[in-house]
């Protein structure tokens, strides 16, 4: 069975947060996630969660994730329960865990960013996170001054050295040259499945045909 490593990081980084931070909320997540992904690029040119996050009014946000807590994802459900609570004047969408984390998921340095985010951020709320992501010089700020509201956020505004830059530039294309190289092989695979199937039930069509009294 082939794993998607990244998936799996996303579902139990959602869990983490929800084990972590007592009535984590959708705005809140959002916030964590997007510094998880933020602060990984940056050091290593890869995101965690492979999430994209767009310029919304509160900050960074993920029409991806969005979707499916409104659509109830099932496999979402299996880590997390999503309630939704009144918070004050609003309703919020609040997580709460439901299984025991696979730290199995993750690197050393992927658990020290999540650890230094409950550190920094445990007892902060939505509200505050939000003005934390609207400050200069951040990857929602500097895509609102160039594209502006509802724009995508490029991973590549959190890197601040250009020769490292383009060397995460050179392998992101090396590695889709190598997946689109594997997927290739899948396809001729499958091809190859489907053309002997199309044989077999070939010859087996003919071959009733022939014997029908």
């Known amino acids: 069975m082939i794993i998607d490593y990244k998936r799996e990081k996303l579902?139990?980084?959602i869990l983490f947060f929800s084990k972590n931070i007592k009535e984590?909320?959708?705005t809140k997540l959002m916030k964590l996630l997007s510094q998880l992904d933020y602060r990984h690029?940056?050091?290593?040119g890869d995101s965690v969660t492979g999430l994209k996050y767009?310029?919304?009014p509160?900050?960074?946000f993920s029409e991806t994730l969005n979707n499916e807590v409104n659509n109830k994802n099932r496999e979402l459900l299996e880590y997390v329960d999503i309630i939704k609570k009144k918070k004050g004047r609003y309703d919020a969408t609040v997580f709460y865990p439901k299984k025991e984390l696979e730290n199995k998921y993750f690197s050393k340095r992927e658990l020290k960013i999540l650890n230094d985010l409950i550190e920094t951020y445990k007892h902060s709320n939505a509200k505050e996170m939000s003005k934390i992501s609207h400050e200069e010089n951040t990857p929602w700020s500097k895509t609102m001054k160039e594209k502006g509201m509802y724009k995508e956020i490029d991973m590549f505004l959190t890197i601040e050295d250009r020769d490292f830059e383009e060397y995460v530039r050179e392998s992101i294309e090396d590695r889709k040259v190598i997946e689109d190289f594997f997927k290739s092989i899948e396809n001729i695979q499958v091809s190859l499945k489907s053309d002997e199937s199309n044989r077999y039930f070939t010859r087996r069509h003919t071959f009733?045909?022939?014997n029908i009294p």
């Open 11 to 13: 579902l139990n980084a």
């Open 24 to 26: 984590l909320t959708l």
């Open 41 to 44: 690029f940056k050091e290593t």
């Open 54 to 56: 767009y310029t919304y």
């Open 58 to 60: 509160k900050g960074d």
């Open 208 to 210: 009733i045909c022939d």
